[in-house]
């Protein structure tokens, strides 16, 4: 036995279309709340990567004007010291001049190196000619025979006197030539070589 379809109500068409609504609102609800939240998060990203760029584009820059100011004060600093140099020089020189003076005068058998080594730089000494300072004269004549004898191949040796030389250096001639072994002489030597490199570095 088959049983009767339901009876149409104007009922039953109107629940229908109220889920049909319903459903359709929800969808598009959702739909819109999602483009609302891509768009969001659409704008989120954009806007941090327009920060992050400018982020690194400050400190770029920030880089580059601080490398460009270091530059400039090793410049700066190059420029100084080469302008100081050789006002300095003279003065230090000066200062060298008296420490060594004083130390000859505190220490007189120092002049017995000052000779001892001059005459060991020599290739011919069979005859030798020192020159020093007076008040060196008695300290030197003491020992003369003593240096000559450790030094070796000197058959003689003259030790003169002139206030020419400044005191704890000396001047020692042979035929072939002289040194010159005074405190004035190795101070322009450092002098020479101070204003050479002053030179080399400009």
């Given amino acids: 036995m088959t049983s009767s379809p339901e009876p149409f109500t104007f009922d039953r068409l109107s629940s229908a279309a109220t889920r049909a609504a319903v459903d359709r609102g929800e969808r598009e609800r959702v739909l819109v709340e999602q483009a609302h939240a891509d768009g969001y998060a659409e704008g ?10 400018e982020l690194r584009a400050r400190i770029e820059q920030a880089a580059a004007a601080l490398a460009a100011a270091t530059a400039e004060l090793a410049r700066a600093r190059d420029r100084a010291a080469q302008a100081l140099e050789p006002r300095a020089v003279e003065p230090a020189l000066r200062i060298a001049e008296k420490v060594v003076a004083g130390t000859v005068t ?4 120092r002049i017995l190196d000052v000779v001892a080594g001059a005459l060991q730089r020599l290739a011919e000494r069979s005859r030798v000619t020192v020159v020093i300072n007076p008040d060196d004269l008695a300290t030197v004549r003491a020992q003369a025979d003593a240096i000559a004898a450790r030094i070796g191949g000197i058959e003689q040796l003259e030790v003169q006197a002139d206030s020419g030389v400044g005191r704890g250096g000396a001047i020692v001639r042979t035929s072939d030539g002289e040194i010159d072994a005074t405190v004035e002489s190795k101070l322009e030597r450092v002098r020479e070589l101070l204003a050479g490199d002053d030179r080399q570095g400009r």
């Fill in 106 to 109: 505190a220490e007189p058998r």
């Fill in 44 to 53: 989120y990203a954009a806007g941090r990567a327009d920060a992050e760029a």
